[in-house]
């Protein structure tokens, strides 16, 4: 082997360790490689949760043992991994001197906190509640014991977790991994209330297996208040969504479609998993077409996904060999409140102002001016635009979309909230090594608060023994003078 071939060899060798350790450090840092994460750890812990309650409930008055085990064995392995990971994560975050409550990326301290009441649930209702009050059967009497109902709440923070993410960091549209958070959430809420769920026991359909055990009107009853609750939780989701992010195409679609895969799962009636379908197809058209209207749809969405899940599930059941035991009347009925709760729905809960509100008023119909960065030292948006980026200084996606990083002297593209983050840390550094006491006292403020997050601004007060007057005059001083020193090196790069 050649001198040069076994310098390459070795060089590899050291290389090669610290590329993975840069890779892992990155996986549990980087805000969308953690969300990524999440929803699939979180994908597969909802999914042994419907394998579980496919156990529960596919066979009447039976549970399938291995099926459960098999469900239960998911689910711990998922919440096994995701709260190994997380706590990775939050020791990382500890280490490099982060706040506790900052120690991970937006969304997923509280994800974290969750994952540790479940385990606690779970751990209170297999040691205490279960062998005390012999909750080890079938129906709501296992579903909704007090520990298996604090385990759906942290099961619906953990599975959100991404999708809080996205709202925090101000994502305009909804990215997979946002649209995927949202339909585990949903199907928290499907798992919660699985026993009024008309694609899990349809009442209407003529050879439902219990509907000639039961009284008819109780029934129709059963088969309303199911699907009266689904389509109201649908368009609650469809609303959310909407209200939040800006949807692509089948977004909606994919949310629905997600969340039937996992309901149907539950007794295996995959021939009504066209319904969310055509819901989903439904909705996500209305949401192109009101488009080219100012605003966006609430109330109309809403009415629109109640109504289309109520007419395809209507026109599944009848295309059924065995047809609907409902009357046309009774359909007519049922669609017709379905999309009248749906609009209510959308009536009380939707956010900002209707489009038929803005339209008259031209002010609201354009965007506003951005924000840019400025030269003039009189400028009141110079200290809150450097403030904004310092507080976003852990969060790449937003610091990226800062004025700051439209600067000449930070590179365009992918790289820009890198380099200002770099830059901004820069300038604190120098600040923080300064000459002056009262420059050095601003700089250290700015470390321990924006780069290190040491703790809140009293616990920095306190650290530095600063008066709160004192503190914010030298939070405000620090500003000031961050602003100053990019202006020199914007003017610098400029006669460059």
Not at 308 to 322: Q, S
Request: aromatic letters at 10%; hydrophobic letters at 50%; charged letters at 15%.
């Amino acid at each position: 082997m050649s001198k040069s071939v076994s310098k390459t060899a070795r060089a590899r060798v050291m290389v090669w360790p610290g590329g993975i350790v840069k890779y892992l450090r990155k996986l549990v840092e980087e805000p969308r490689a953690v969300d990524s994460v999440a929803v699939v750890l979180s994908a597969w812990f909802l999914l042994g949760a419907y394998v579980v309650a496919y156990a529960y409930v596919h066979d009447p008055n039976e549970v399938l043992e291995t099926t459960a085990r098999t469900g239960s064995t998911i689910v711990t392995a998922a919440w096994s991994v995701l709260t190994l990971y997380l706590f990775a994560g939050f020791a990382v975050g500890l280490r490099a001197g982060r706040a506790w409550n900052r120690a991970l990326p937006d969304g997923q301290t509280g994800t974290f906190a969750a994952a540790l009441i479940f385990g606690s649930a779970w751990i209170v209702d297999d040691a205490f509640w279960s062998p005390a009050f012999g909750t080890g059967g079938v129906g709501l009497e296992t579903l909704f014991t007090p520990p298996h109902l604090i385990e759906m709440t942290a099961a619906a923070v953990i599975v959100s977790g991404p999708l809080r993410a996205a709202a925090r960091r101000g994502e305009i549209a909804a990215s997979p991994v946002a649209l995927t958070s949202a339909a585990l959430l949903l199907s928290v809420f499907t798992f919660a209330t699985q026993f009024a769920h008309p694609l899990i026991d349809p009442w209407p359909a003529a050879d439902y297996q219990f509907l000639h055990s039961a009284p008819r009107w109780l029934g129709e009853n059963m088969g309303m208040a199911a699907l009266l609750a689904q389509t109201a939780i649908l368009a609650g989701t469809g609303l959310l969504l909407n209200s939040g992010f800006k949807l692509r195409p089948g977004s909606l679609t994919f949310v629905f479609a997600l969340n039937g895969i996992l309901v149907t799962i539950t007794k295996g009636n995959f021939y009504l998993l066209p319904v969310p379908i055509a819901a989903g197809i439904a909705a996500d058209a209305w949401v192109a077409w009101t488009a080219r209207r100012p605003g966006r749809p609430s109330a109309s969405l809403c009415a629109v996904i109640g109504a289309a899940y109520a007419i395809a599930y209507m026109a599944d059941i009848a295309v059924h060999p065995a047809g609907s035991s409902w009357g046309p009347s009774l359909w007519a009925g049922a669609i017709i409140a379905a999309t009248l709760l749906s609009w209510l729905l959308g009536r009380v809960l939707r956010a900002g102002l209707p489009a038929a509100v803005i339209a008259p008023y031209p002010m609201f119909m354009g965007e506003p001016e951005p924000e840019r960065w400025t030269l003039d030292p009189d400028s009141t948006a110079r200290e809150q635009l450097v403030r904004a980026a310092l507080d976003d200084l852990g969060t790449p996606e937003a610091l990226g979309r800062s004025p700051l990083a439209q600067m000449p002297v930070v590179a365009k593209g992918q790289s820009a909230a890198v380099e200002l983050r770099a830059l901004l840390i820069d300038v604190i550094g120098e600040l923080a090594s300064s000459t002056s006491p009262r420059d050095a006292e601003a700089g250290h403020l700015l470390l321990d608060y924006y780069v290190k997050r040491a703790g809140s601004h009293e616990v920095i007060m306190e650290r530095l023994h600063m008066s709160r007057p004192t503190y914010y005059r030298r939070l405000h001083h620090g500003f000031e003078l961050v602003a100053s020193r990019l202006d020199q090196i914007s003017v610098i790069n400029r006669a460059l």
